[in-house]
């Protein structure tokens, strides 16, 4: 979407004479029908003049074409400022610029990602070349005017209010990538800039790219499908095998034909494979020229991913296709052809952070002609999870939507042990099976230990022998922030003192791939970093949050010792609900161990009742 686009004769006039902060506001709210904050404006103000003299410095033609806060398609991220016109070989190009007002950064570990203030505090963001270079990504893969014309595209970052330091920690070797495909320039680059602009655009006749641009239909082009593609084949990963099969040519088959605006559920508990399901089909939908999106709400799972596919520095091509669930508020009607959402249990409502909408089902169901949702209700562990059949069955019948539901049964998780799966629903009350007391299947590696340490040697032990191994636990221990000395997992939070037992909680440095670092198994991860994801052992620490009243034959959950203030909030006053998620969080841990799971429990009532209901105990 255009938000503001003028010649570059006018948008100089507009600068000139102190207008273009208030025409890019009209022109904003016009087209959002909401207002701009104020320290946003005084942004335009800013940045624009500076652009304004990089501009005239360039002696670019004045028919060069301008856009400013252009919306990208099916997104909610705004470019700051395109430059479009012809080179001195007549060929069609535009220039991205992303403009910064920062006056310091700071290097991190991560790929794109830098330290600097913004809101008055230092928070993490993606370096300038980066984002430029994303946009830059985005319209090459998916503007079909560009992939198919003859539409060149270049990027860059210009930072006019930042000195250049030596060393520049904006320049470090771990953003070369970055920087050499969209060049940064800071304050004394003017002339730089000035000449980029010439060379590249500098014949103007940019008015009629600026169409090309806006007109392009967002669809992935044939060279992205190509590259998916070659992903998935021969990636053992994502081989679908028996009823996984069956399920994911009957949603294709769906997709492909249908007329109207469809849904199609997918419901199946832990180890049915919703997630090779789900993977495969983005793929497939992609090879048939639908304008397909993977959505995922949990960031760890949509990461890992995404490097489970790709090692290199392609994979930055995929996080197009790989998106969060919060980010498809206000999009357009039928926008994709296609969604499929994985983890859709863990949809929001408007009580979620940082997001502007409503309810993310409605959304989703909104901008897709087709909405693919893959279920597992006994994994809705916070308040504002809303991702229900009942709920999602609701949103079709609002949208007239045909609706399908399918259901996964076949275990390939716990070496195909149903029957561990079905003892869970039971010790848990989370529903009446027939694994009452346990199951017949001698394959899946089942312990339950008396000590966290001998818990912790075992998990460390099968990682050493090549075995992907990590530590979990419910949220039943403080989680020390950075600025308690905390950034990289330096705090042993989880402190089991009368085990002299301590281990850090995950790396925030890490973030979102904790479950595929090689520090990983040296530290506990909590359920956001491991829901949707495997291993080949899991090592479960349950903490004082769960306990068991003896008397009773019943579960609660203890307010105080229960760290996780979002997953608690508003539920003071309801037991039983709070209860509930806590018993789908450990459920949910104790179903990511493909061999086996190796459990501690710090509530010695909780140990007796969970014994009693095994046959026979394993340690």
Same mark, same amino acid.
């Given at each position: 979407?255009?938000?503001?686009?003028?010649?570059?004769?006018?948008?100089?006039?507009?600068?000139?004479?102190?207008?273009?902060?208030?025409?890019? %506001? =009209?022109?904003?709210?016009?087209?959002?029908?909401?207002?701009? &904050?104020?320290?946003?404006?005084?942004?335009?103000? #800013?940045?624009?003049?500076?652009?304004?003299?990089?501009?005239?410095?360039?002696?670019?033609?004045?028919?060069?074409?301008?856009?400013?806060?252009?919306?990208?398609?099916?997104?909610?991220?705004?470019?700051?400022?395109?430059?479009?016109?012809?080179?001195?070989?007549?060929?069609?190009?535009?220039?991205?610029?992303?403009?910064?007002?920062?006056?310091?950064?700071?290097?991190?570990?991560?790929?794109?990602?830098?330290?600097?203030?913004?809101?008055?505090? %230092? =928070?993490?963001?993606?370096?300038?070349?980066?984002?430029?270079? &994303?946009?830059?990504?985005?319209?090459?893969?998916? #503007?079909?005017?560009?992939?198919?014309?003859e539409i060149s595209p270049f990027s860059c970052a210009y930072l006019h209010n930042y000195k250049q330091l030596d060393p520049e920690p904006l320049m470090a070797e771990i953003y070369q990538t970055y920087v050499l495909d969209s060049p940064i320039y800071f304050q004394e680059d003017c002339q730089k800039l000035a000449d980029f602009l010439k060379q590249h655009v500098g014949q103007g006749k940019g008015m009629g790219i600026l169409y090309e641009i806006e007109s392009g239909k967002i669809r992935p082009s044939k060279k992205l499908i190509e590259h998916v593609s070659k992903m998935f084949k021969g990636n053992q990963e994502f081989v679908l095998i028996d009823t996984q099969k069956v399920a994911y040519e009957t949603a294709l088959d769906i997709a492909k034909n249908s007329q109207v605006k469809t849904i199609v559920i997918i419901k199946g508990g832990p180890g049915t494979g919703k997630s090779v399901i789900s993977m495969n089909l983005l793929g497939g939908l992609l090879k048939q020229g639908l304008n397909s999106i993977f959505i995922a709400p949990n960031a760890s799972f949509r990461d890992v991913m995404v490097q489970k596919l790709a090692q290199d520095v392609t994979k930055k091509r995929l996080h197009h296709l790989f998106k969060g669930s919060s980010g498809f508020f206000e999009v357009p009607l039928n926008t994709y052809d296609v969604a499929v959402v994985d983890e859709a249990h863990r949809l929001k409502n408007q009580k979620a952070y940082q997001y502007r909408g409503f309810n993310q089902i409605e959304d989703i169901v909104q901008a897709a002609k087709v909405s693919i949702f893959f279920v597992d209700e006994n994994q809705m562990i916070r308040p504002d999870d809303i991702g229900s059949i009942v709920e999602i069955k609701r949103v079709g019948q609002d949208f007239n939507a045909d609706v399908h539901v399918m259901e996964l049964t076949t275990q390939f998780r716990c070496s195909g042990a149903e029957g561990y799966i079905n003892w869970l629903d039971d010790i848990f009350h989370l529903k009446e099976t027939a694994n009452f007391d346990g199951w017949e299947d001698g394959n899946f590696d089942f312990k339950i230990f008396d000590n966290p340490n001998e818990l912790r040697t075992s998990i460390q032990e099968k990682q050493s022998q090549g075995f992907s191994s990590r530590i979990v636990a419910g949220y039943a221990w403080k989680w020390s922030s950075p600025k308690e000395g905390n950034p990289d997992g330096e705090v042993q939070d989880v402190d089991i003192s009368e085990f002299d037992f301590k281990m850090p909680w995950n790396s925030r440095k890490v973030g979102t791939t904790w479950a595929i670092d090689e520090e990983g198994v040296n530290q506990v991860g909590c359920i956001h970093t491991c829901q949707g994801l495997e291993f080949d052992y899991v090592g479960v620490i349950v903490g004082r949050d769960l306990r068991f009243n003896a008397d009773k034959l019943e579960y609660y959950v203890d307010w105080a010792s229960y760290k996780d203030s979002s997953g608690k909030k508003g539920l003071k006053n309801d037991p039983e609900k709070l209860t509930l998620l806590v018993k789908n969080i450990y459920k949910t841990l104790m179903t990511r161990g493909i061999k086996g799971c190796y459990v501690f429990f710090q509530d010695s009532e909780v140990k007796k009742y969970v014994e009693s209901r095994l046959k026979t105990r394993a340690v």
């Open positions: 979407m255009i938000i503001y686009q003028n010649t570059i004769k006018g948008f100089k006039f507009e600068v000139e004479e102190n207008l273009i902060a208030d025409s890019v %506001e =009209r022109d904003f709210e016009e087209k959002f029908g909401r207002k701009v &904050s104020p320290s946003e404006k005084s942004s335009w103000q #800013n940045s624009l003049s500076f652009m304004e003299r990089v501009v005239r410095r360039s002696a670019v033609a004045d028919d060069c074409g301008v856009l400013i806060e252009y919306n990208l398609p099916t997104s909610s991220s705004r470019i700051d400022f395109i430059i479009t016109g012809h080179d001195a070989n007549s060929r069609k190009n535009f220039v991205i610029i992303e403009l910064k007002q920062w006056q310091t950064a700071s290097e991190t570990h991560k790929d794109g990602v830098v330290l600097t203030y913004l809101g008055h505090d %230092e =928070r993490e963001t993606p370096h300038p070349s980066y984002q430029a270079y &994303s946009y830059k990504s985005f319209l090459q893969d998916y #503007n079909q005017n560009i992939y198919e014309g």
